[in-house]
T-cell receptor, first 115, second 111 residues
Framework: DAMVIQNPRYQVTQFGKPVTLSCSQT?????MYWYQQKSSQAPKLLFH???????NEADTPDNFQSRRPNTSFCFLDIRSPGLGDAAMYLC??????????????FGPGTRLTVL | QKEVEQNSGPLSVPEGAIASLNCTYS??????FFWYRQYSGKSPELIMS????GDKEDGRFTAQLNKASQYVSLLIRDSQPSDSATYLC???????????FGTGTSLTVIP
C-alpha cells in the first residue's frame, strides 16, 4: 500500500543533543511537509519541499533544519533540542501544491521527548 | 486574525445523533477545504474534502461549503462512539503550498 512512513515513532533525546527524524513516502508525491503539533494545538507548518525547492516558514526557528536527498525521503534535524521542542512531529505529502483539490496525507508521526 | 477558526468544544452528542462541526476561514481566495479526524496521540486522517459551494456526502459524513459566508461544516449522521476524536478543519489557498489548520473541535459521542 502507498503510504507515508515515519521513523522512529518515539524519540527521546537530551536537552541540546541533536536529533534527526525521518520520513519516507511511496506515493511519489512532489511535496513533503514537516509539521510540529503540541497538545491541543493545530499542526504548525515548519517547512516544506516542492521537489528539491525548499520553503521555510518565516517563524520556524533556526534550530530546525531539513533535508530531502531524493523524492522518497525527507529528514528533520533539530540541532539543539530544548524542552519547548517536545511535540509530535508530523510528516505529510501532497501531489502538487498548486493543483486544486490537492489533498495532504500524513504519516503516523514521531513523538519527541526532550529530557 | 487566524486563517482558520474552529470552536474547540468539547462537543458531546449521544450515540445515533447528528454531530455538527463548524469552521470559518478568513481569506476569500481559499480554494480547497478539508476535514481531518485525529484520535488522541495519532496523526490526522483525511475524511472529507470539498471544493465547490454546496454539500458533499460520503457515507455518514456530509461536508457543506459556503464561500460567500466563508464557512465550512461537517455533519456526522448516526454518530458512533468510534467517532469520538478531534476534528481539524484545513484550508488550502492553492496559490502556494500552505494548508492552514484550525485548532480542532473535540467530539465525544456518548453511548
Amino acid at each position: 500500500d502507498a503510504m507515508v512512513i515515519q521513523n522512529p515513532r518515539y524519540q527521546v533525546t537530551q536537552f541540546g543533543k541533536p536529533v534527526t527524524l525521518s520520513c519516507s513516502q511511496t506515493l511519489n508525491h512532489n511535496v513533503m511537509y514537516w509539521y510540529q503539533q503540541k497538545s491541543s494545538q493545530a499542526p504548525k507548518l515548519l517547512f516544506h519541499y516542492y521537489d528539491k525547492d525548499f520553503n521555510n516558514e518565516a517563524d520556524t526557528p533556526d534550530n530546525f533544519q531539513s533535508r530531502r536527498p531524493n523524492t522518497s525521503f525527507c529528514f528533520l534535524d533539530i540541532r539543539s533540542p530544548g524542552l519547548g521542542d517536545a511535540a509530535m512531529y508530523l510528516c505529510a505529502t501532497s501531489r502538487d501544491r498548486r493543483s486544486p483539490g490537492d489533498e495532504q496525507f500524513f504519516g503516523p508521526g514521531t513523538r519527541l521527548t526532550v529530557l | 486574525q487566524k486563517e482558520v477558526e474552529q470552536n474547540s468544544g468539547p462537543l458531546s452528542v449521544p450515540e445515533g445523533a447528528i454531530a455538527s462541526l463548524n469552521c470559518t476561514y478568513s481569506d476569500r481566495v481559499s480554494q480547497s477545504f478539508f476535514w481531518y479526524r485525529q484520535y488522541s496521540g495519532k496523526s490526522p486522517e483525511l475524511i472529507m474534502s470539498i471544493y465547490s459551494n454546496g454539500d458533499k456526502e460520503d457515507g455518514r459524513f456530509t461536508a457543506q461549503l459556503n464561500k460567500a459566508s466563508q464557512y465550512v461544516s461537517l455533519l456526522i449522521r448516526d454518530s458512533q462512539p468510534s467517532d469520538s476524536a478531534t476534528y481539524l478543519c484545513a484550508v488550502n489557498k492553492n496559490t502556494g503550498n500552505q494548508f492552514y489548520f484550525g485548532t480542532g473541535t473535540s467530539l465525544t459521542v456518548i453511548p
